[in-house]
């Protein structure tokens, strides 16, 4: 049988992405994600209907979110869903929950006012690659070295 578990969102966050580590080391965080809908009723009337969405990231995905997001900032979400069963512990009943398993992202919009302080605005910068110079005649071509300043940076908004 056939079978397909995909998940596309788009929302704000509604708390600060809460990171924490398993005891071999692997990132996780738990996020909480806001998803609105606004429709018309038959009498004309705009309604909005909010859906909250429990996210877990893991590795370095969950680092660099716990890192750049905070409660409020908008994030482009891609996963799939986990269906999470376990017993009450006080009635003893079998419990179950949806989650989202993040297995992409990414930032949306740009830096907000009032940012708390020491928090990064944007995502952090791209490596950037050494400038390439030819080698000289009659010599095989070497790997690249990080010795040399980095090259200059367009003025290209992405």
């Known amino acids: 049988m056939a079978s397909y578990n995909k998940v596309i ?34 009498t004309g009337e705009t309604k909005e209907e909010v859906t909250f969405i429990d996210i877990d990231a893991w590795g370095k995905q969950a680092e660099v979110i716990a890192q750049y997001v905070r409660k409020g900032s908008p994030l482009f979400v891609e996963g799939r869903l ?5 017993d009450d512990k006080t009635t003893g009943q079998k419990v179950s929950k949806i989650r989202v398993v993040l297995e992409g ?6 830096p907000r006012s009032g940012e708390a302080p020491g928090a990064p605005a944007t995502p952090p910068p791209r ?30 908004p992405f």
């Open 82 to 86: 986990k269906l999470d069963q376990w």
């Open 9 to 42: 969102l788009l929302g704000n966050l509604t708390r600060d992405p809460e990171l924490r580590y398993t005891p071999k080391g692997t990132a996780t965080a738990r996020l909480g994600l806001a998803v609105n809908r606004q429709y018309k009723t038959d």
């Open 127 to 156: 490596p950037s690659r050494p400038a390439s110079t030819a080698p000289a005649a009659g010599t095989a071509p070497s790997a690249p070295s990080n010795d040399g300043p980095p090259p200059e940076e367009d003025d290209v």
């Open 105 to 110: 992202f990414q930032f949306v919009g740009g």
